[in-house]
């Protein structure tokens, strides 16, 4: 298990927001945990310092090619990036740093997959660099992947064979527990369950992580095969309930 650190832009500066409340049609409803004083290269610095290799920046809507680029910059070949990504300018991604590309949007059209569009992606910037976003939110028992910015629904279940499905097409899932993500309040355990039991690759879950019990708590029921990211309860974030070195400290251990 690794920590995977986060860079979440929105518009040009470095934020905690919970997800659920990202609207384009009610901007007002916008929760905003975090604003950071520090641009996003000092995260991209500190992650670097300590090789936390893996996480992710995410462009949530315009505005912030900038900091991501030069977040990218300040770590050629740490970070991966996702936020408006297409076959179309993947690779242009790539090229300023990225080590891979994160996808989810571009991939679904009318709340089914695309597949003539995921395997243009494929073929444009190569499995290899590939990690699919398949961020969800529940239903009944089930859990929907959810586009852009987890506003809208797709008739898609994370299932097993939607999973095996894709992990032929990328190198890696991020999956964010839309429904908890930015509440610090606690995970999706039978999410991360579900994961563990199903996900044949690599596979970042976030959502909720509140403290570092939570991190033991995907360790044990991902069964050690899940990564996991965490926002705004880090301290880095403006959090209480855990610090930064704890959490890197954790990491390490889970490395020995």
């Known amino acids: 298990m690794q920590f995977r650190p986060c860079i979440d832009l929105h518009n040009g500066k470095v934020k905690q927001i919970v997800g659920s409340t990202l609207k384009d049609d009610e901007p007002e409803s916008l929760q905003i945990n975090f604003t950071a004083d520090h641009p996003s290269t000092w995260f991209a610095e500190l992650y670097r310092r300590d090789n936390l290799t893996g996480g992710h920046i995410i462009k949530l809507g315009p505005g912030n090619d900038q900091a991501a680029a030069e977040a990218l910059a300040a770590w050629p070949g740490g970070l991966q990036i996702g936020g408006g990504i297409s076959a179309d300018n993947g690779r242009e991604w790539l ?35 590939l990690v699919l976003d398949l961020s969800c939110r529940r239903r009944g028992s089930d859990y929907y992947i959810v586009t852009d910015r987890w506003q809208n629904f797709t008739d898609v279940i994370i299932s097993p064979q939607i999973l095996e499905e894709f992990s032929n097409l990328c190198d890696e899932f991020l999956i964010h527990a ?8 606690g995970i999706e355990t039978e999410l991360v369950k579900r994961l563990a039991e199903w996900s044949p690759i690599p596979t970042t879950y976030a959502g909720g992580v509140k403290d570092l019990s939570d991190m ?41």
């Open 216 to 256: 033991e708590l995907i360790r044990d029921l991902g069964q050690g095969r899940l990564h996991a990211t965490v926002g705004s309860a880090l301290d880095i974030f403006g959090g209480t309930t855990m610090t930064y070195q704890e959490v890197v400290a954790f990491h390490k251990a889970q490395q020995q």
């Open 95 to 129: 090229d300023k740093g990225a080590s891979h590309v994160i996808v989810t949007s571009y991939v679904f059209r009318e709340g089914q997959v695309d597949r003539d569009r995921l395997q243009r992606l494929v073929t444009a910037v190569g499995k290899k660099y």
């Open 178 to 185: 839309a429904d908890v993500e930015g509440q610090c309040r």
